[in-house]
């Protein structure tokens, strides 16, 4: 047995993986290096990272550069307590960073290390807002279906996509689901980013506006389809929640750090959130490092709260130091190489490519913001009959052909059709960026043939 059936024999007997069955386990992906857009695998081969590992490696794969500020600040203090009372530079100049490149009405960042607990964050900060304004029965959270927020407990009650819930149920109360701005698939009579949003109010008014405390959603649903909405929706949003006093989380997850060609993605609609929830791209991936944007509303609520109702939220690893200097070498690349303005330029660009894939019979839409983008598969475009099954057919054809990308897997109920997503590297160079829709052309036509 060579060393890499022995590897993937341990693999199958001690690891447990996220989303686990042993039959989706078999031949698994087995990467061993990264470079740029690139990744190496076991077996040789070589692929294109269409997915940026999962959404977040902004800056490629194989950046010396963040390896080096790893290490240094290692070499210096691995780790320290960020609780109050004690502090760090990296966390400390990260912070300020960030603040600068979000929105105006934002003040201060907590850290944590995911996406999830960034979400599990603002939950809490919602619910400690609304207390501090003594107005404590503001504690549930609205937020739409083909959502994904996470997998812990409250931020699984928020995703708004079944099979992550089906095993783990039930879910925590007070968590209101709600349809999305998803224009494909709209059934109602109202333009689609209205009427999205009136069914969140219709929820608040439902439920009581003195029961809610916060609405969340992605600027652009990612793991839900890539799904992008209309113009009218996030400021018609933005005017509901002001209407009832609720708050606003972004979770920006993925769009944030310049995956839509802003570097955070509400801002294609001018619109501000009270809460934003981060992850993924501030560090590229390289080490975890998630947190919480705080508005100057949220931030001065925890600043002057008494000491008997102080914000009493805490984590071990929140500013970890190696992980905070990491992030801030990771933001310097972004801002350095204009990755932020690439995406945007590149976004639109592969976006016009990828339309062209409309032609298919088996493509019923393609939708897409900056560099992330989706092309939903049917069985009929007329009737918009999802294809089931098809995205991992197609996928495989594109593994094949050199190109990694992630079927988001469909569903009847509610209706959605297999859909690829595609998030590139922002830093994914001219020539490899035009391989990818040639690449999905021929695997789709493959898959159906």
Excluded at 37 to 52: S, T
Excluded at 69 to 86: L, P, T
Aim: one cysteine or more; a neutral charge; charged letters at 20%.
């Amino acid at each position: 047995m060579d060393a890499t059936a022995e590897l993937l024999e341990s693999d199958r007997r001690f690891l447990v993986h996220p989303l686990h069955h042993p039959d989706e386990h078999k031949a698994p992906l087995f990467v061993v290096s990264g470079k740029g857009p690139m990744l190496h695998l076991a077996d040789g081969r070589e692929l294109i990272d269409g997915l940026a590992g999962l959404w977040n490696v902004n800056v490629g794969h194989g950046r010396a550069e963040l390896a080096d500020a790893a290490a240094e600040q290692m070499k210096k203090i691995a780790f320290a307590s960020a609780y109050v009372g004690a502090t760090n530079e990296p966390a400390i100049r990260l912070g300020e960073k960030i603040v600068r490149h979000a929105y105006p009405s934002s003040s201060a960042v907590y850290f944590t290390t995911a996406g999830a607990e960034s979400n599990e964050s603002a939950f809490k900060t919602a619910r400690f807002f609304w207390k501090v304004n003594d107005k404590p029965n503001k504690v549930k959270v609205i937020s739409r279906i083909h959502a994904y927020h996470g997998v812990t407990m409250a931020a699984m009650s928020a995703t708004g996509m079944a099979a992550y819930q089906k095993m783990f149920g039930p879910l925590m109360p007070g968590f209101i689901h709600v349809v999305a701005p998803y224009a494909y698939r709209w059934q109602g009579n109202e333009e689609p980013g209205i009427g999205a949003a009136e069914a969140v109010e219709k929820a608040i008014l439902a439920e009581g506006p003195d029961t809610v405390a916060a609405v969340i959603a992605e600027p652009v649903m990612g793991a839900g389809g890539v799904i992008v909405p209309p113009d009218s929706y996030f400021p018609k949003l933005r005017e509901i929640c002001d209407k009832y006093e609720v708050l606003l989380i972004a979770d920006e997850v993925i769009t944030g750090f310049g995956r839509t060609g802003k570097w955070f993605a509400l801002g294609h609609w001018g619109v501000e959130p009270d809460i934003v929830s981060f992850a993924k791209g501030v560090t590229s991936g390289y080490l975890p490092l998630g947190g919480n944007i705080l508005s100057k509303r949220v931030h001065e609520a925890i600043l002057n709260a008494p000491m008997d109702r102080r914000y009493m939220h805490a984590a071990t690893y929140s500013g970890h130091p190696a992980c905070c200097a990491v992030g801030l070498r990771n933001v310097e690349i972004i801002e350095d190489e204009g990755l932020v303005e690439r995406a945007a330029v590149w976004g639109r660009r592969l976006l016009a490519a990828l339309d062209e894939l409309r032609n298919l019979p088996n493509v019923g839409d393609v939708r897409g913001l900056g560099m992330m983008c989706g092309v939903e598969l049917v069985t009929d475009k007329s009737s918009k009959a999802p294809a089931l099954g098809l995205g991992v057919k197609v996928a495989r054809e594109a593994m094949s052909r050199g190109l990694l990308v992630r079927a988001r897997a469909g569903s009847t109920d509610p209706v959605i059709g297999d859909t690829l997503c595609l998030s590139p590297p922002l830093s994914t160079p001219d020539d490899i960026l035009e391989k990818i829709p040639a690449i999905l052309r021929e695997s789709i036509i493959a898959a159906t043939r």
